[in-house]
């Protein structure tokens, strides 16, 4: 597919992501990104042909313990009385849709938000309750045993070590103090990775990310509208996404077939032919550590199966050739669908040249992912641009 | 930005309680029967691209034909991942150290998650040979292969 008309990112805000948030309801978590969002552009809710059109949420009824999650949010984000719509996936996919909402002609300005709060509920249950209830459910999967057995066999196909993985999670956490959103920024050591309690082999504790809380919002619009409302607009020039078989079984889960067609995609609309070389900075949605490694290989930033000498040639560290993931990445704290919008924002703020002490100096093309369902199900890619 | 004022927080304890009766539906009630019945795995043949799939589901997922051709498969299979849960949570059927695999069946073209057993961390392997061991009493679920052990 190509574009004719560009899509433009126009202003971005996040919540500080917590452990817990228990002094904020869903409502409110989203009012602080979406009040933010609005003061950072200036835009209202006019419908005179300068405001926003509409409002795409990310929500999900388990984590929210509301069936229809999105009722509550319609006031917050502007969707009283206007058009307003769930996408219950990644949030990354919420700005895809917004994006197409654009390029359908049918709106010109469009508001996106994310929000879960992890605090308020057990995330292995509901992960659970997301495998299909008859042959996978109830064997008492979840997501973290699922991904141990991906990152299992990942490891053992390729050769990846233990200290590869940890290696992404050292980087994660020391890149996190550069991030004042971040949730656990830290100096850790590979020994202390590696020593940490065994949840799920080969997982540790520090092999996952921790419980978080929090909220990302951004708007999208259309070229002529998106050069009024900021001097620095982020075009998305390229978006794939894809989906791959949800039974585990069905897919061999060394590979990430459904994250090589999302990201052909994207750097097919984008033109970008060499993504190692061409695109400058990444911020990848990685649970676990071992899913940064692999992800790097199914976009395409080294051979299958390189994953884990990426990493050890420094190739994705600050001040590597393309560093992965500068904000900490989900390692450091992100709440679980918000993940990949989170993505966005900060590879926004990077090409705006806004990212403060984790700036990519001189970004000029960035690429955002987002991973969704067991063992990265679902893929979505985006390559922004200035 | 808000004005957060130092409020004491309520928290309200909730808890959502909803009954179910998942349909196995037209293949699956067949597969559970034959489970249940005769201790027989089945698996689903694609008559185009002949994938045999496990379990069994209506549509080929790559050609989108409709599978109706049932085979019979030995229950043996070979490991192609594990892991061992020492976590408890209350929806696991077994209490830790939990072994999980995903055990591609010969014939089949896909893999089959379940738990393992008669196992220790230390002997597990990628690779390894494993047979399906059945429930005495048998409910018609997937439970009713209590686990598989080695070879």
Redesign the interface.
């Known amino acids: 597919m190509k574009m004719t008309e560009k899509v433009g990112i126009v202003g971005v805000a996040q919540t500080k992501y917590e452990e817990s948030k228990p002094g904020l309801r869903e409502t409110e978590l989203v009012y602080e990104v979406v009040e933010k969002v609005l003061q950072e552009t200036g835009l209202t809710y006019a419908e005179d042909g300068t405001g926003i059109d509409a409002a795409v949420t990310c929500c999900h009824d388990h984590w929210d313990g509301v069936t229809i999650s999105n009722w509550p949010l319609a006031d917050v984000v502007g969707g009283h009385n206007r058009p307003e719509e769930k996408v219950a996936g990644d949030g990354a996919l919420a700005a895809y849709y917004a994006f197409i909402q654009i390029l359908s002609g049918h709106f010109d300005i469009v508001l996106v938000t994310a929000h879960v709060k992890e605090s308020q509920t057990v995330k292995n249950v509901i992960d659970n309750c997301a495998f299909e209830p008859i042959y996978q459910r109830m064997l008492g999967l979840d997501f973290l045993s699922a991904a141990a057995m991906q990152a299992n066999r990942y490891m053992n196909r390729y050769g990846i070590t233990p200290e590869q993985c940890a290696k992404v999670v050292v980087k994660s956490r020391k890149n996190a103090k550069n991030n004042p959103y971040a949730q656990a920024p830290m100096d850790l050591s590979l020994k202390e990775v590696l020593d940490s309690r065994m949840l799920a082999y080969p997982l540790r504790l520090l092999d996952t990310k921790p419980v978080s809380d929090g909220a990302c919002a951004i708007i999208l619009a259309r070229e002529e509208k998106a050069k009024k409302i900021t001097d620095k607009p982020v075009w998305i020039k390229g978006i794939g996404s894809c989906y791959d078989a949800h039974y585990l079984g069905d897919r061999d889960l060394a590979d990430c077939r459904s994250l090589v067609l999302a990201a052909e995609r994207a750097y097919s609309m984008a033109g970008i032919e060499n993504p190692r070389r061409e695109i400058d900075v990444a911020e990848i949605g990685a649970e676990y550590s071992y899913q940064e490694l692999l992800w790097t290989e199914g976009l395409g930033f080294c051979s299958q199966g390189e994953g884990g000498r990426l990493i050890d040639a420094g190739v994705t560290e600050m001040g590597g050739e393309l560093p992965v993931n500068p904000s900490g990445g989900a390692l450091s704290g992100n709440p679980t669908n918000v993940v990949g919008l989170i993505r966005v924002a900060e590879a926004t703020l990077q090409l705006q040249g806004r990212a403060g002490a984790r700036q990519v100096p001189g970004a000029k093309t960035a690429l955002a992912h987002a991973a969704n369902g067991p063992c990265g199900q679902s893929h979505c890619v985006l390559v922004l641009g200035t | ?2 004005d ?1 004022q130092e ?1 004491e ?1 309520f ?1 309200f304890p ?1 808890r ?1 309680i909803m009954q ?1 009766k ?1 349909a ?1 539906g037209l293949v ?1 009630s067949r597969f559970l029967t034959e489970l249940r019945d005769n201790r027989q795995l089945m698996g689903i043949r694609c008559p185009k691209c002949h994938r045999v ?3 069994p589901r209506l549509t080929c ?1 790559e050609c989108f034909n409709n599978l109706d051709e049932w085979l019979e498969l030995s229950g043996q299979g070979t490991l ?8 408890s ?6 209490e830790p150290p ?1 072994f ?5 069946l010969d014939g089949a073209d ?6 393992l057993g008669e196992v220790e ?1 230390e002997s597990l392997s ?1 690779g390894m040979r494993v047979e399906p061991v059945f429930k005495e009493k048998r409910e018609g ?3 009713d292969i209590k686990y598989f052990k080695p070879l």
Request: charged share 10%; proline share 11%; aromatic share 18%.
């Open positions: 930005m808000l957060r409020e927080q928290l909730g959502i179910y998942y196995a699956g799939y496990v379990p997922k192609s991942s594990y892991t061992v849960v020492y976590y949570e209350p929806f696991h059927p077994v939990i999980y695999g995903i055990i591609q896909t893999g089959l998650p379940h738990l961390p990628i679920n997937i439970l």
